[in-house]
Antibody, heavy 118, light 108 residues
C-alpha cells in the first residue's frame, strides 16, 4: 500500500520561498507509479495542479506557476519536493503530493496547510 | 488549456435517490482521459472513476461514469449516507492537468 506524507513549514512570509517534501513509503522510485505531482487547494476552493516530476527527472509545470516552481526528487530518500518562490497570500492553500502510473493520479497524501502571512 | 465546467454547483438529494453530475470540457479530451474524484471535508480527494468509465479499485458499483469527447457524466445510482461530498472531474490527457470547479452533493 503506497503512502505519501507531506512535510514542511505551515507558515511562510510573503515574498519568501515555500518548501515542502513528500516522503513515499510502500513504493519505490522504480515502481510503475512514476509520475509524482503537487496539487494545491486554497481554503474553500477547488483543486489546482502545480506540476510533476517523472522518474527520469524530467519535469512539467503549470504555466500559471512555471516561473516560480521547482519540483525535484531525491531517490536515495524516496522523497520528492516542491519549491514555490515569491509567495503571496494567494498561495495559501492545502498542498497535496500525489503519485500515478501516468498522468492519472492514483494516490494522494493527506495534505498540509501552508499559510502565507507576515 | 482544457477548461472543465461542472454542473450543477450543488445537488440537494435524499439518501436512496439517484445523482447525476455533469462535466463539460472546452475541447475534446483525448482518449477519454477523464477522472472523477470524491472529496470529504478535511480529506484528500479519492479516485472514483478513470478513463471516463472505469471504476477504481474498491469503488462500489453504484458509482458509474460515462461520456466521451467533451461531455461526461458521473452517476450515483442510489445515494448512501457516506456519498455526500464534493465531486471533481479532472482531465489528464493534456498538460496542464485541469480540474472542474466541483459539484457539492448535499443531503436534502
Amino acid at each position: 500500500q503506497v503512502q505519501l506524507q507531506e512535510s514542511g513549514p505551515g507558515l511562510v512570509r510573503p515574498s519568501e520561498t515555500l518548501s515542502l517534501t513528500c516522503t513515499v513509503s510502500g513504493d519505490s522510485v522504480s515502481s510503475e507509479h512514476s509520475y509524482r505531482s503537487w496539487i494545491r487547494q486554497p481554503p474553500g476552493k477547488g483543486l489546482e495542479w502545480i506540476g510533476y516530476i517523472y522518474d527520469s527527472g524530467s519535469t512539467n509545470y503549470n504555466p500559471s506557476l512555471q516561473s516560480r516552481v521547482t519540483v525535484s526528487m531525491d531517490t536515495s530518500k524516496n522523497q520528492f519536493s516542491l519549491k514555490l518562490s515569491s509567495v503571496t497570500a494567494a498561495d495559501t492553500a492545502v498542498y497535496y503530493c500525489t503519485m500515478g502510473a501516468g498522468w492519472l493520479i492514483d494516490y494522494w497524501g493527506q495534505g498540509t496547510l501552508v499559510t502565507v502571512s507576515s | 488549456e482544457i477548461v472543465l465546467t461542472q454542473s450543477p454547483g450543488t445537488l440537494s438529494l435524499s439518501p436512496g435517490e439517484r445523482a447525476t453530475l455533469s462535466c463539460r470540457a472546452s475541447q475534446s479530451v483525448g482518449k477519454n482521459y477523464l477522472a472523477w474524484f470524491q472529496q470529504k471535508p478535511g480529506k484528500a480527494p479519492r479516485l472514483l472513476i478513470y478513463d471516463a468509465s472505469s471504476r477504481a479499485t474498491g469503488i462500489p458499483d453504484r458509482f458509474s461514469g460515462s461520456g466521451s469527447g467533451t461531455d461526461f457524466t458521473l452517476t450515483i445510482s442510489r445515494l448512501e449516507p457516506e456519498d455526500f461530498a464534493v465531486f471533481y472531474c479532472q482531465q489528464y490527457a493534456t498538460s496542464p492537468l485541469t480540474f472542474g470547479g466541483g459539484t457539492r452533493v448535499e443531503i436534502k
